[in-house]
């Protein structure tokens, strides 16, 4: 008999069925049979569902299903004859009185069944064991928003080698949205596996960092096998840096102008708009990725096809709720301008649909330094800006660098 000791994918169960036919067909012995479909699976899913079909044998069972040592009967030319219906009536009957007089002790030396009929043995299991050891993180405290290195230690303490797996790297236990996955080829027995990644934690707080280690199965997910947590907690004193030039959350670098997508900076719990309430011609207005000058990119306004148009229009930053237990809004920010002529306006809010205003700021642009312009710490006691409006009159407006500060 072939079972399957877990459950096994469509995928898995084809390559081994098809296999283990052809073998049979070839004149294999079942265990050999039952071997090259196990060969099979693993070579072509390297997976470890080669483990998963299991061969159960009595130890007197005809393990060859076809003997191609004799000839065919039309080759022998002695003619097929039938046995009669009386006679095979009378075989099966006596079959069946014997197993029944066996399993009741009444034949043999009273043994019973188990005295024709062993109990059957099983293929074993490879013994795999995979546990993650470590991870570290460097810096072990980040400012929001810094690149981390997260340092990933496994090991296989079982006494065989492990075949194909996958780990995840999941940077918060309450975000199931962001989670970096690594394929991992095989791991011999005691080995230990030293891998590196990196991520940006996007804002200020705790988070419960989880890595997992298993199998990816089709139509089933990830079945896990070991994981560890580890709590990081993001430096409340030092700011988060919205700066253009740098990647995006996501990774990605500007390298041209291009409308910045309202999602740019969600990760970081920012989103962009741009809005024209006084002016019905740039009603469309949407933000866009700028260079300010030779090489450096800038967050400014444009229509969504000429950023020459509507390019003074104000600059909008919702900040989201958080789903990670951290609070949502700023205590204060700083916003910096390229060099230009004009003025610049920032407003705050305590709503993200901008009806509660708690402060504004204004300065003039200086032609060759530019202008910074910087909300008074703690100025709104219990109130956290969840709205950044952005504007002015003159030129273009072009913001190089926003830096926020903790709720």
């Known amino acids: 008999m072939i079972a399957q000791q877990f459950e096994i994918s469509d995928e898995a169960a084809i390559v081994f069925s098809e296999e283990l036919y052809r073998a049979i067909a070839e004149g294999f012995p079942l265990e050999a049979a039952v071997a090259e479909g196990r060969r099979a699976v693993s070579a072509n899913l390297r997976n470890t569902e080669w483990a998963t ?9 005809n393990r060859r299903i076809f003997d191609f040592s004799r000839r065919p009967f039309w ?4 003619p097929l004859q039938r046995v009669p219906q ?54 072990r405290n980040p400012q929001p928003g810094e690149l981390v290195a997260v340092f990933v230690d496994i090991e296989n303490q079982g006494s065989d080698p492990a075949p194909a797996f996958v780990y995840e790297f999941q940077p918060s236990v309450l975000n199931e949205e962001t989670v970096i996955r690594r394929e991992i080829r095989g791991l011999a027995a005691g080995g230990v596996l030293s891998d590196q990644l990196t991520y940006r934690y996007p804002w200020w707080g705790t ?26 907690r993001t430096d409340l004193t030092r700011p988060l840096i919205i700066d253009p030039d740098e990647p995006l959350p996501d990774g990605t670098f500007i390298r041209r102008n291009q409308p910045a997508p309202a999602q740019a900076y969600a990760e970081w719990s920012l989103i962009l708009s741009a809005t024209a309430p006084t002016d019905p011609a740039c009603s469309g207005a949407v933000p866009w990725f700028k260079f300010a000058g030779i090489s450096q990119v800038a967050l400014g306004t444009g229509l969504p096809t000429d950023p020459t148009q ?23 920010i700083t916003v910096t301008f390229a060099p230009g002529n004009g003025t610049r306006l920032v407003r705050l809010f305590s709503d993200p649909a901008g009806q509660d205003l708690l402060a504004t700021t204004q300065g003039t642009l200086d032609p060759r330094l530019g202008l910074t312009l910087t909300s008074q710490p703690r100025l709104f006691g219990f109130d956290r800006i969840q709205r950044v409006e952005i504007s002015g009159s003159g030129g273009v407006l072009s913001v190089t660098e926003l830096a926020l500060q903790a709720p």
């Open 310 to 332: 509507c390019a003074m229009v104000t600059l909008v930053l919702a900040m989201q709720e958080r789903q990670d237990n951290n609070l949502a809004g700023i205590s204060g």
């Open 207 to 232: 988070f419960i960092s989880q890595t997992r280690v298993g199998q990816l199965r089709p139509n089933v997910g990830f079945l896990e096998q070991a994981r560890a947590l580890v709590p990081v």
């Open 86 to 139: 009386v006679t095979l009536a009378v075989v099966v009957g006596l079959v069946v009185l014997g197993f029944a007089l066996g399993s009741l002790g009444l034949l043999g030396d009273g043994r019973g069944v188990g005295a024709f009929f062993p109990p059957p043995t099983a293929t074993p299991i490879p013994d795999v064991e995979l546990v993650v050891r470590d991870v570290r993180l460097s810096p």
């Open 75 to 78: 080759q022998t030319g002695i």
């Open 53 to 61: 079909p299991v061969l159960y044998l009595y130890d007197n069972a």
